[in-house]
């Protein structure tokens, strides 16, 4: 499992990368109209709103950290400006299909690029199967071929990356157009949201919710960490190399080891319920030392009084 950490580490930057670098990316318009709570141009930053939690994307760029979101707070609005990185990205280079449609998924392909989508991104490259839940190596003489990641990926999501503010009908439908570090969107209270999933994000700037394990909770993320079933086993796809783990049907239904609806681990759930496990475990053993402490001054203490010496525990 510590060997799938890094895999995913490793992913992720690159996705991170592929993302904003700008190498290929298509500059469709997804503006479907912000509601009527958005201003018809980005607000100042903290200036007066009404629409608590309302966010609002302004610009067309396919990459949603490349154009400018303002969100409604308490406070004001927040605006957060684009990316400086390779922002706002460039059009489609020469070797990318015109269209996200019109790549044809593992068909041969010469040049090694990377074409960004309204869709998605799609990447003529050495393919070998998902680097996720854990990377490997392709074998050698494995050709290029086109693959894409996004296109929503859940029933009832647009073809194209709605624009974060715009109206949407199915409240909680959760799309993704790109790999597991691209921003995706969530339709919140008739509107689109933005939304961080799958690679962890751990600034405060991008959680709400907030609550600290009490006693009682951590113990019990503690005990599910304790109570996993440890198996070895191969994929079916890519190095048949074998791996320790877990297997996602054995966790139970509420396990934070498990990304819910989808097949695969949560591997930020996963290590912080090991790490409840390490806390709760050293919690004891400081008891045990305190324990430990006070039974040698009680024994020094009756030393002391009768002159003698403990035998056969007396």
Not at 200 to 209: F, L, Q
Request: proline share 6%; net charge negative; aromatic share 6%.
């Amino acid at each position: 499992m510590i060997r799938e950490l890094f895999a995913v580490g490793i992913v992720g930057g690159l996705g991170i990368a592929l993302a904003c670098s700008g190498k290929t990316v298509d500059s469709t318009n997804n503006d479907g109209g912000l509601s009527g709570g958005c201003p018809s141009a980005a607000p100042a930053q903290g200036s007066a709103c009404a629409s608590k939690g309302l966010e609002c994307e302004y610009g067309s760029d396919p990459n949603i950290s490349c154009d400018t979101i303002a969100r409604c707070d308490p406070s004001g609005w927040t605006v957060t400006a684009p990316s400086t990185a390779s922002c706002p990205t460039p059009p489609l280079g020469p070797t990318c299909p015109a269209t996200y449609a019109s790549v044809k998924e593992g068909a041969a392909c010469s040049t090694p690029t990377t074409c960004g989508y309204a869709q998605g991104t799609c990447s003529c490259s050495v393919y070998c199967g998902p680097q996720y839940p854990v990377g490997h190596q392709c074998e050698a003489g494995t050709p290029t071929t086109w693959h894409c990641e996004g296109g929503g990926g859940a029933p009832g999501c647009p073809n194209a990356r709605p624009q974060i503010g715009s109206a949407c009908a199915t409240d909680k439908l959760s799309c993704s157009y790109g790999d597991c570090n691209s921003i995706g969107v969530v339709c919140q209270s008739g509107t689109w949201h933005s939304q961080h999933y799958g690679c962890p994000v751990s600034t405060r700037h991008y959680k709400e919710g907030i609550h600290y394990l009490s006693v009682d909770e951590r113990r019990a993320a503690a005990a599910e960490a304790l109570d996993t079933q440890l198996a070895t086993y191969q994929y079916t796809i890519g190095d048949r190399d074998t791996r320790l783990g877990f297997i996602i049907e054995d966790q139970p239904q509420d396990s934070h080891s498990v990304v819910h609806g989808k097949e695969r681990v949560d591997l930020y759930g996963y290590t912080s319920s090991t790490l409840a496990a390490v806390q709760v475990q050293q919690d004891e053993i400081r008891e045990l030392q305190r324990q430990v402490r006070t039974l040698e001054r009680e024994v020094s203490n009756c030393r002391g009084v009768g002159g003698g010496t403990y035998r056969d525990g007396r």
